[in-house]
Each structure stands twice: as structure tokens, then as C-alpha cells.
């Protein structure tokens, strides 16, 4: 009992060393309770993504499937649940007011993923120990930590941001475009209340929506890449996100 309280404690760890690193990188910090409820959606978001990702299984093991086929599904649908978990979040909140926003919810939402995941993985291995002192043994749940922190872990808050990234850029793509056109006559459908030039927000909706798919293949190639070299090394216990 004892050890699994603690393993369920230390896999909080990972993601509290890597929102601390991330979140020093902002330089107008974000509301701590909009980030918590970000980090909360993100893990939340694993139960469904995780049952889809069986199905998917299962379904491939009837009609057949490959292996790449299986590693880039499982990938494409982990970004996708991470992704909704942070839109939905602050797609229409006051606090998301600059595209680097994008960025930094996402990382949020994918610790919170990645906990879950970390959590299973602690308790899987603190139940097959018979003391503490086991627990913190060389090669038992600490050391498969370590390379959580810097394997699975990580990769949920990179690929994420990657997304994060992509989306920021379809954010402010209409605007800068906009502004790099050459000067037209204002009229009220182009104009804001100051007289300042608009962007059309059906236009930067259609424009972000296609930066969000750019970013979510990019980011389910960059975690299915990680998964196949993972596999292929024969650590899957240790890193696989």
C-alpha cells in the first residue's frame, strides 16, 4: 500500500520538473488556476484516448493491419486528445490573448496526459515489489522514472508544442499577411472602430484550422518516429509514451 501511494506521488514528478522549465519561458506568466485546469483536461483526456486506441487494436487484430499502420494511429490519436484538451480549454478564454499562448497550454495539457500514463506505469511496478527499499532499488520504479522524465514524458511536451507552434502561426499568419498587403481604400467591412484595418475572422479561422492539421502530422511523425525507435531498442517500459 505504502508503495503504491509513493509511485503514484513520484509520477507527478516528470511533469512538475518540465512545467517548471517551460513555464520560466514565459514572459507574461498565465493565471495558475487556468493552467491547473489545462494540466487537469490534458489527464482527463487520456482516459478516451486511451479506449480509442483500443478499439483500434482490437479492430486491427480482426481485419489485420501493420505494425507502422498501429504506432502512427496510437500517435495521431494521442496528439489529437491532447490538442482538444487544451482548446477546448481556452479556445474562447479572455487569458488566451497572444498566439504563444497556444504554446504553453498545450505543454500544459500534455503533462497532464503524460502523468497518467507515468501514474499506471509507477503503480504497475511498485505492485510487483514486496518493500520500499525494493521500490528504490537500482533498475525497479526510480530508475524507470528517470527515463520517463527525459524519454516519454518530454516527447508528450515536445510534440505538443510543436502543435503549439503551428497553431500560433495560423493565429498570426491572417494578420501579418494582412498587414504585408499593399494599402487599400478603408471601408466599414475592412475598418475597426478606430479606423484601424481588420482580418476577417472567417479567413483566420480557416487559416488556424489549417496550421492546427499541419502541426498535428508533424507532431504524430515526430512521436510514431520516437515509438518506432523505442520498440526497436527494446525499452518500452522505460520511455514509451
Not at 73 to 96: G, M, S, T
Not at 123 to 128: E, F, P, R
Not at 212 to 241: C, D, K, R, S
Amino acid at each position: 500500500m505504502v508503495t503504491s501511494v509513493f509511485a503514484v506521488l513520484i509520477a507527478f514528478a516528470p511533469a512538475l520538473v518540465w512545467l517548471a522549465f517551460f513555464l520560466r519561458e514565459d514572459v507574461h506568466p498565465e493565471p495558475k488556476k487556468w493552467l491547473s485546469i489545462a494540466f487537469f483536461a490534458g489527464a482527463l483526456a487520456s482516459v478516451p484516448a486511451f479506449f480509442l486506441q483500443w478499439g483500434v487494436q482490437g479492430a486491427m487484430g480482426i481485419v489485420g493491419g501493420g505494425a507502422l499502420f498501429l504506432v502512427l494511429a496510437f500517435a495521431f490519436i494521442e496528439e489529437v486528445f491532447k490538442f482538444l484538451a487544451a482548446y477546448l480549454v481556452v479556445r474562447k478564454n479572455p487569458v488566451f490573448d497572444e498566439p504563444i499562448d497556444a504554446m504553453i497550454y498545450l505543454v500544459v495539457a500534455a503533462l497532464g496526459f503524460a502523468t497518467v500514463e507515468n501514474v499506471f506505469v509507477m503503480n504497475g511496478m511498485a505492485s510487483m515489489r514486496a518493500s520500499f527499499g525494493d521500490f528504490l532499488a537500482a533498475g525497479t520504479p526510480l530508475y524507470t522514472l528517470s527515463f520517463r522524465l527525459v524519454g516519454a514524458t518530454l516527447l508528450h511536451a515536445l510534440s505538443s508544442a510543436l502543435v503549439g507552434y503551428y497553431w500560433a502561426r495560423g493565429l498570426a499568419w491572417p494578420r501579418l499577411a494582412h498587414l504585408a498587403q499593399a494599402p487599400a481604400p478603408a471601408s466599414p467591412e475592412t475598418t475597426g472602430r478606430g479606423g484601424e484595418r481588420t482580418v476577417d475572422a472567417g479567413r483566420a479561422g480557416r487559416a488556424a484550422g489549417k496550421w492546427i492539421a499541419g502541426g498535428l502530422v508533424a507532431a504524430t511523425v515526430l512521436h510514431a518516429f520516437f515509438n518506432y525507435l523505442v520498440t526497436m531498442f527494446q525499452e518500452t517500459n522505460l520511455i514509451y509514451p
